[in-house]
Nanobody, 123 residues
Framework: QVKLQESGGGLVLPGGSLTLSCQFS????????MSWLRQAPGKEREFIAG????????HLVDSVKGRFTISRDNAKNVMVLEMSNLKPEDTAVYYC????????????????WGQGTQVTVSS
């Protein structure tokens, strides 16, 4: 019923920028809280950013705060992660995820996941 698809990953130099998109296919996108998470090889998956139904509330973890911005466009069923001043430590597979019927911008037990997109920060 619902499908999430990330795009925009790739190779970038340290200090560079990338923008990731998450396309949501299905009904009632504006009833889902949305999040970005990432997982580096051999590491646990970590929550990095969340956004509420109508963008009233956002939350970013300290490691990306001030460098990343999360947003959504409910008319296009898209969530976006704008990343700047990228560091090698940001290298990971980035996933988007959706949670139905929850307000706020926290880390939830998600209903749907995308397949992920690789971000590599290297010189």
């Amino acid at each position: 019923q619902v499908k999430l698809q990330e795009s925009g990953g790739g190779l970038v130099l340290p200090g560079g920028s990338l923008t990731l998109s998450c396309q949501f296919s299905g009904p009632n996108f504006d009833h889902y809280a949305m999040s970005w998470l990432r997982q580096a090889p051999g590491k646990e998956r970590e929550f990095i950013a969340g956004i509420s139904w109508s963008s009233i509330t956002t939350h970013l973890v300290d490691s990306v705060k001030g460098r990343f911005t999360i947003s959504r466009d409910n008319a296009k069923n898209v969530m976006v992660l704008e990343m700047s001043n990228l560091k090698p430590e940001d290298t990971a597979v980035y996933y988007c995820a959706a949670k139905y019927g929850v307000g706020g911008a926290g880390d939830w037990n998600y209903d749907y996941w995308g397949q992920g997109t690789q971000v590599t920060v290297s010189s």
